[in-house]
């Protein structure tokens, strides 16, 4: 079982946690990690994209010359894909790209990398978040404390001070246990977690009882 030592905002060790080895020592699965980063980024494709078929483009209304006798190709329309300012043939109108990805996958995608960060040791367990206003410049002393000024942090969401306090950091972000996600957690260089945080996020990946 990995024991991690627990620190407070000003970088000082305060206690110990034993963090559950289903979770935090699994085995790291590249594969899975791209399978979920890729998932994640289609999800959020805005998919707005949009051309215009003939039917679409304005005007091109009336036939532009004869159908015989000129010599020429016979046309029925200045707004054909051939013509400058026609239409578009197959292209991209707007989509949503999000497909579905099992639960199952998602969980051990997310397994392995919380392992990986703390087999890198780059996940740093704090006591808790405290703050005594919802002031970036708070968050960001604390951060720099901790050495730890691009990551991703994560604790609950009745820590508004928190919350609201990161929403302009330039490097790093908040999350609650809920939002923890794969592309983030590789997004970002380190892991600051709270301890109530931590177990939260255990109890919802440990892996059930076969």
Same mark, same amino acid.
């Given at each position: 079982m990995p024991t991690i030592d627990v620190k407070n905002t000003s970088g000082d060790t305060v206690g110990i946690i034993d963090l559950d080895d289903r979770v935090w020592a699994a085995d790291v699965n590249e594969h899975l990690l791209w399978e979920v980063v890729k998932w994640q980024r289609a999800k959020r494709r805005a998919g707005t994209h949009s051309t215009r078929t003939v039917a679409e483009v304005r005007g091109g209304g009336?036939?532009? #010359?004869?159908q015989k006798g000129t010599g020429r190709a016979r046309q029925g329309s200045t707004r054909a894909p051939q013509f400058v300012g026609g239409g578009t043939v197959f292209g991209p109108h707007p989509r949503d790209y999000g497909y579905a990805l099992p639960k199952k996958v998602r969980r051990g995608a997310l397994r392995s990398a919380l392992?990986?960060?703390?087999?890198e040791a780059r996940v740093i367990v704090l006591d808790r978040f405290v703050l !005594? =206003?919802?002031k970036? $410049? @708070?968050? &960001?002393?604390a951060l720099k404390k901790l050495g730890a000024e $691009?990551?991703?942090?994560? !604790?609950?969401?009745?820590? @508004? &001070?928190?919350?609201? /306090?990161? $929403?302009? +950091?330039?490097r %790093? $972000?908040?999350?609650?246990?809920? /939002?923890?996600?794969? #592309? !983030?957690? *590789? !997004? =970002?260089? *380190? +892991?600051?977690?709270t301890q109530?945080?931590?177990k939260k996020v255990? %109890? &919802?990946?440990?892996?059930? %009882?076969?």
């Open positions: 009336k036939k532009p #010359y004869r392992s990986l960060r703390l087999k !005594d =206003h919802a970036t $410049r @708070e968050v &960001a002393s $691009r990551a991703l942090i994560v !604790d609950t969401k009745e820590n @508004e &001070a928190l919350a609201r /306090g990161a $929403r302009n +950091l330039a %790093a $972000r908040w999350v609650a246990p809920e /939002g923890l996600n794969v #592309y !983030d957690l *590789l !997004d =970002h260089e *380190l +892991l600051v977690i109530d945080s931590a255990e %109890a &919802a990946l440990r892996p059930a %009882a076969k």
